[in-house]
């Protein structure tokens, strides 16, 4: 197994979009730009895409279309209430925009989502979407239904460069990183299909069907940060889709140095893919261990909660039969996190096609359950979800990877491929 790479050597393989404008801006204009807002790769052939863009990214498109600059902080206000408030994507919907200024936003940008691929439904609710970015790159969004809240899982890149050795997604390289747009274009494409967007003029329903996104699809969301951030900056906007911060969850195997960056830039709950209680065996789970072992990882962790202002760090446990699911391993556990406020998510393997690893035993996780519980620490068991539709966690890539050779191989060929 490879060492976990150099997080700068991460956007190897990624689609880097040469694009050096802003949005919509002649090539000749001059260029202001810096790290946090460079502008999205056009569509090709396409115009520009209102959906999916920062503030300032809106901001900077209208300019270019001609927007006068006397107005165009309130002309961002009024685009950005209709694009992620109302979930408009016609012009002639926005009935606060005089006639002219509607067409010339209507000649210079659409406002799109990304393709639907399929959408799978499970016998438990569960939805899978399989999208497809620009490139033709596909990546699944799964939405779980509960009683109280409904979960978004979002990817944020195609693949991933670790290989945790339990993980289907580890065992697709990365592709490339998924941008900002494309990490909002999840939520608003789940948001059109579940048909939450409010009515003008209706009782808003506070009650959402779509309550809660977490960064737990195809990817290390923290080896794509910027992307990420600006993607829940505008998830997390109260002139828009506005889910609170409390709301989200960014799971991360462990990139250490962007952890303190993810509770101030961010801010929203950590979920960190912990799964083994020991250097030697974490070091064959979660390959980045040997980069930033346990130690490195716990302290950046004492960190968060005050940086975040956050409560507590969910630690994700995969429960691996004679792995990692001693009662050693539950006692070590709780002493190495002690003093971090923390939930412990216990997660029954999922298995896949050719995986190294069983699903320990339902008694062994309850033994381990309650180990942890008795030391005063909250440990659900995540019951999983759409497994008929393969849409657990680490599942995501083999239904992708078996449409596209069904659609790729010659009829009766899929079997073979
Ligand atoms: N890359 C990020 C987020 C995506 S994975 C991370 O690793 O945290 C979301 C969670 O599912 C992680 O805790 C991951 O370790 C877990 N997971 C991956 N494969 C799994 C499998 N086959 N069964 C159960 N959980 C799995
Ligand atoms: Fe990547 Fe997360 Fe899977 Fe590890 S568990 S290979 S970090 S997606």
């Known amino acids: 197994m490879n060492a976990a790479p150099d997080p700068a050597a991460s956007a190897q393989g990624v689609d880097a979009a040469p694009v050096t404008a802003p949005l919509g801006a002649p090539l000749s204009a001059p260029v202001t730009q810096d790290v946090h807002t460079i502008p999205r790769r056009l569509p090709e052939g396409g115009r520009p895409d209102l959906a999916g863009m920062t503030r300032d990214e809106m901001r900077a498109a209208l300019l270019a279309a001609g927007t006068p600059e006397a107005q165009v902080k309130m002309r961002t206000g009024q685009l950005w209430q209709w694009v992620y408030h109302w979930g408009v994507r016609d012009f002639d919907a926005m009935t606060n925009l005089a006639r002219d200024y509607r067409a010339l936003l209507a000649a210079h940008f659409d406002i799109g989502r990304p393709e639907l691929v399929t959408r799978q439904i499970s016998a438990d609710g569960t939805r899978k979407y399989l999208v497809r970015i620009a490139g033709g790159h596909e990546v699944e969004v799964v939405y779980i239904p509960e009683e109280d809240r409904g979960t978004l899982c979002v990817s944020s890149q195609v693949g991933c460069t670790l ?50 996104v977490v960064l737990m699809g195809m990817g290390e969301p923290l080896y794509n940060f910027e992307a990420v951030r600006d993607a829940m900056r505008v998830v997390m906007d109260g002139e828009g889709i506005a889910l609170s911060r409390r709301r989200i969850t960014l799971s991360t195997s462990g990139v250490v140095p962007e952890i303190a960056r993810a509770a101030t830039e961010i801010g929203c709950h950590l979920a960190v893919s912990f799964h083994a209680t020991t250097d030697a065996v974490r070091d064959v789970l979660v390959p980045i261990n040997r980069k930033w072992n346990i130690a490195a990882l716990l302290a950046a962790l004492r960190d968060y909660p005050r940086l975040s202002n956050s409560e507590r760090i969910t630690f994700e446990y995969v429960m691996l039969d004679g792995v990692n699911d001693s009662d050693e391993d539950a006692r070590r556990l709780v002493r190495l996190i002690r ?56 599942q995501l890539k083999s239904a992708t990877e078996r449409a596209r050779r069904a659609r790729a191989a010659p009829q009766g060929d899929a079997a073979g491929a």
């Open 339 to 394: 003093g971090i406020p923390a939930k412990i998510n216990l997660i029954p393997f999922n298995e896949w096609p050719g995986a190294p690893y069983r699903r320990s035993p339902r008694d062994r996780i309850a033994a381990f359950a309650d180990i942890i519980y008795k030391a005063g620490y909250a440990s659900p068991v995540r019951t999983p979800r759409g497994e008929d539709i393969m849409a657990a966690c680490g």
């Open 163 to 212: 290989t945790c050795s339990f993980c289907h997604t580890g065992t697709q390289k990365l592709v490339r990183n998924l941008t900002a747009a494309e990490i909002v274009g999840q939520v608003m494409l789940v948001r059109d299909d579940l048909g939450e967007w409010p009515v003008p003029g209706a009782p808003r329903d506070e009650t959402r069907l779509l309550s809660n």
